[in-house]
Every structure is written in C-alpha cells, then in structure tokens.
C-alpha cells in the first residue's frame, strides 16, 4: 500500500508517468505495480426479483406505461424501460388502424397509380395538387395513438375497447405545395355531405380561387365526400380537375 501511495504523491508532484517509473526504481530499485489492473467494482448485479417484478407488471397490464409502471415499483422510469427490452426482450407495440379495402379496389388503385404518373411527368402538375382531409378529436384521447404501447415478446394481435360517443371536434385542413389552409373547425358534431360542401363553398374554393385559379384537389373517400351534392359540386366547378371516390 505504501508503494501504491509513493506513486501517487509522485504523480500528484510531476503530472508525468515516465518520472514516476524513474522515482520509484530509484526508491526500491523495481518496476513500480500497474494500478490499471485493479480490478472493477462495477454495477451491482440486478436482482432477479426486481426483473420478474417488472415482467408481472407489464403481462399484468400490457398497455402500462413505462413511467406508470416506474412510479408502481418505485423504480426510475429509464431503468424499467431496460429491463423490458434488454432483460425480458420485451418489444413496444404501437396501434395501428387501417382502413378496410374490398376486392374491387385493388384494380382501382392500380389504374389511379398509373394514372398519377403519367400525370407527374408535367412538372407543373405537383404544385397545382391541393391535399385534404379531416381528423376527429376525442376529449377522451381515444386517438391518441402515440402513447399506446402494448409490452411483450410477441404481436399481441389486441383489440383495444374505445368509448362511443364521447365528447370530439372535427378538423379540416387542406395543403398545396407552398401554403397551409386551416384549421377549420366544424360545428357539427358529425361532419355530413351538407356541412362539408358548405365549407367547401363558402370557405375553401374562395382561398384557392384567390390564390390560384388553375388547381386539382384531392379528398378522400370518407362517406360526406361522395355524397351526390359534393360530386356534382365538384363536376361542375372542377370538371377533371378533382381526385376522390367516384
């Protein structure tokens, strides 16, 4: 221990190894020890208990959050979140939702694919497109997806369960290649053909016409989109200059 302290106070003195090699020779007439190969405390070893603790928790409750499930085992967020993916290999399975397509569709969206590229080849085409479409905001948060995580070493394949009818505002928003039109908000609680067109009309198509009277809009196949009156709205305002279900 002693000639561990020599060494030490040596280097503290000079900041130099080479000196200290030279001194401590000079002191006991050796090599001085290597005090590189004490060997490491490290982590302590983590016990199994905790692991399994965590592993019951989340096959318990699947959908649990890492910061829940932290505060339930008095364990720090960042640790629970290591031990469900380095320890347990457990992986984070986020919802999806999809949109059901019937047989018929497939030779449709082949032929619109087609479609679209012969029309890129202009290119002018790209920055007269005017993108759409809405979203329905739950106060519940049912489509908060981002959160949802369901921990386990396989797809669970879940079914989440989602509140009908609860409190929500629909959103609309429209998107050229340069500018942003929106928010609007609908007052309906359930946008129709109706409300939809009227938005169309008396908010929409004046900013796009304002802007530019040479444009293709593009809405998606929700059911107020490809009521009668919106179709033959957008014939005559639009004649093949409009994508959407026919």
């Known amino acids: 221990q002693s000639k561990k302290s020599f060494c030490l106070l040596e280097y503290a ?10 001194a401590f020779k000079r002191e006991y007439g050796k090599e001085p020890p290597c005090l590189c190969n004490l060997k490491s405390t490290g982590r302590p070893n983590v016990p199994d208990e905790t692991v399994e603790r965590v592993r019951e928790s989340s096959v318990r409750s699947p959908q649990k959050s890492t910061v829940r499930a932290s505060r339930e085992l008095g364990l720090p ?3 629970v979140w290591k031990y469900l993916q380095r ?7 986020r919802l999806q939702l999809l949109q059901q397509l019937k047989p018929e569709d497939y030779d449709k969206r082949l032929e619109f694919c087609v479609t679209m590229q012969k029309a890129l080849e202009d290119e002018d085409f790209a920055a007269k497109l005017i993108f759409s479409d809405e979203a329905t905001f739950h106060l519940s948060g049912m489509v908060n997806r981002h959160n949802v995580r369901l921990w386990g070493t396989e797809n669970p394949r879940a079914i989440v369960a ?5 409190p929500k505002v629909n ?3 429209a998107m050229s290649q340069t500018k942003l039109y929106g928010p609007f908000f609908f007052c309906e609680k359930t946008v129709t053909g109706t ?5 169309l009309q008396l908010w929409l ?3 796009l016409a304002a802007d530019s009277g040479d444009f293709v809009f593009q809405q998606d196949g929700a059911p107020p989109h490809w009521t009668i009156n919106v179709r033959c709205y957008l014939n005559n305002e639009l004649r093949h200059r ?5």
């Open 242 to 246: 409009w994508i959407g279900c026919w």
């Open 87 to 93: 320890r347990l290999h457990f992986k984070p399975y």
């Open 195 to 199: 409300s939809y067109l009227d938005m």
């Open 205 to 207: 198509f004046p900013q």
């Open 77 to 79: 967020q960042q640790t």
């Open 162 to 166: 989602l509140e009908r009818d609860s």
């Open 171 to 173: 959103v609309f928003y």
């Open 13 to 22: 003195r000079c900041s130099s190894v080479i000196a200290v090699q030279r």
